[in-house]
Structures are given as C-alpha cells and as structure tokens.
C-alpha cells in the first residue's frame, strides 16, 4: 500500500462516516442524491457522494479567509460561490484533512451562532434549483453521543 492507502474492501467515505460517529452530528441521506450526509440540527455540513466525493459547508465567509490555505494542498477543490468545499478521500491523509475540515465546518455553521447571517447554497453536487431542506436525521444512522467534544482540542 503506498501513500496510505487502503484495500478498497471498505470505502473512504464509510471510513470517514465511522470516524465522526462520537462528534455533535446526525448521518442522514444527503439533499442532493445520490449520497449520505452528516448534520448538525437543521443544516447538512458533509455530504458523501459515489467516487469517495466529500463535500464540506465552510461558508462562503470561512472560504473567502482561507482559500489560498485550502488550495494549496492540491487535495481540496472550492466551487466558486457555494460555501462548499470538495475533498476526494483516496488516503488516510485524505480522511485527516477531511476532519480538520468538518471540525472548521461544525464551528463556522454552529446553530446557536447562526443568525440568519447568509442563505445557504445548494452543494455543488445538487442538481440546478435544488434547496437545502431541514436535516432530519434517521435513528438507525445516529452517529454521535451523547457528549459534546471538543474537536479542536481533542477533549470531551
């Protein structure tokens, strides 16, 4: 196996998914078929696509500060003007980067810090004219606890 990568018995994006099961978010099916999604209350921040495709809502705001930062892995793509941003999970550093870019997602997208700032954009996988609707999370995918964790930190 070379630059990390493992035997494709288990996908990067299944990988990923096990990965944020202890973090504050819900697994749901994505708004933009076909894929699965992790959210917080009311707002989907990581949608799984075919091909290991990882989206992530940083925010137009969080991108405008860190494009350059995002770009320069060669690893990250930034649709223009969608406060997404894609990652393809082909290496564990891949699922590395991918968390540190959920943990910058969960904290620019706090709900109790989300005041009606900004509307949202569809993910650049939706189909033209596709909303965002309200995160409704399925019991048998519950991925967190019950304990809030400090991902920067790394505490609970």
Request: charged share 20%; hydrophobic share 40%; glycine share 8%.
């Amino acid at each position: 196996m070379s630059r990390g990568r493992r035997p494709r018995s288990v996908s990067y994006a299944d990988l990923a998914v096990d990965r944020f099961r202890n973090w504050p978010l819900r697994a749901c099916r994505a708004d933009c078929p076909p894929g699965r999604a992790l959210a917080l209350p009311g707002l989907q921040i990581v949608h799984f696509h075919q091909g290991d495709l990882a989206e992530v809502l940083l925010t137009r705001e969080v991108i405008g500060r860190l494009t350059a930062a995002l770009t320069a892995s060669g690893r990250v793509d930034v649709p223009r003007n969608t406060g997404w941003v894609q990652v393809h999970l082909d290496t564990d550093g891949d699922l590395f980067l991918l968390q540190s870019l959920v943990s910058l997602a969960i904290q620019a997208n706090d709900p109790t810090c989300r005041p009606h700032r900004h509307t949202m954009a569809a993910c650049p996988h939706a189909s033209p004219g596709l909303r965002h609707r309200r995160a409704t999370a399925e019991p048998d995918l519950l991925v967190h606890g019950p304990a809030r964790h400090d991902h920067a930190a790394g505490r609970r």
